[in-house]
């Protein structure tokens, strides 16, 4: 039984995203105005969405696209920082079991939307579903090229644009979706190759089509690879500080750059090990650019 409330409750909403999300939300709110009252609960709203998204997942991986599926050397690896792949393969849960998580996800979700279209405005109302389709994207992009983008896509511009909506429903949303792109730069874009790379083995077989799993079939160096996006990103991010779209402040996020700089160092030869740090320090990216345009704003 606790195996089974540890899944439903922890494992396949994969909480460990929610700084990713949840920054994205707040810092939308920023720009459209302030962290007020209907920001946290746009918060709530697209944290729950999240986690419905993670747990549909899940299930798709396994019942759809059949990357899950197999024996253990056959399907997607374990990560320290998410159990999500094995839940059903396992025997944790039911493929029913799984669904009827997500569902109620997303369910739970409604109900801080509803409030919000109610007292700020229906624009909201558009945001939330794309929030929760993009998952069906999202399973499908491994195998169309267009992986990055789906999750990119996901973190950055909808969740942003949802942190937005909820404060006004006239926001800009073209600033909303350049500020969205460095929290998808470095989720998405650096980190599935990341992610993928001890999948990338069994799921080529299956037919994968994502610049992700390429990194690893083509031999790149992986730190390479992941250092370019890095350098890239706070090339970008300069550049949105230059154009007035962040705060002077967001520069903390300078901070994160040399403990990733130590992790890419170790991760060739301690890969599990560095892994797991390397996006606890990740994490750290979306909270200060945060924190800086709160209080650099």
Sequence with gaps: MKTKLKAHLWTLPRWFAAPFFGSSILIGAV???DIDANAWIALIAGLLVMAGGHSFN???DYSWTGLDKGMVEDRSAEKDYTGGQ???????????????NAVSWY?????????????????IVPVWLASMLIT????KSKFNWTHELALGAGVGP?????????????????????????IAIVLSFMGLALDEWPDAEANLKK???????????????????????????YIFQLFLIVI???????????????????????????????????VAVAMAYPVLLLVGQLFGG
Excluded: Q
């Design 158 to 182: 909808v969740s942003l644009l949802l942190g937005m909506f909820s404060v006004s429903s006239s926001a800009d949303w073209p600033t909303g979706i350049l500020a969205s792109l460095p």
């Design 58 to 60: 899940t299930l798709l």
């Design 136 to 139: 069906f994207w999202y399973s």
């Design 207 to 233: 037919g994968v089509k994502s610049v992700a799993y390429k990194v690893w079939e083509h031999g790149v160096d992986l730190n390479w690879y992941m250092t370019a996006w890095i350098a890239f990103l």
């Design 107 to 123: 369910i739970l979700s409604a109900i801080p939307i509803i409030y919000l279209a109610g007292s700020v405005g229906w624009p």
């Design 31 to 33: 720009l459209a105005g």
């Design 86 to 100: 094995s839940v059903i393969a396992g025997g944790i849960l039911s493929e029913r079991e799984v669904f009827v």
């Design 244 to 278: 007035d779209v962040f705060a002077p402040l967001t520069g903390l996020t300078f901070l994160v750059f040399p403990p990733l700089m130590v992790c890419m160092v170790f991760l060739k030869k301690y890969f599990r090990k560095a892994a797991g740090i390397l």
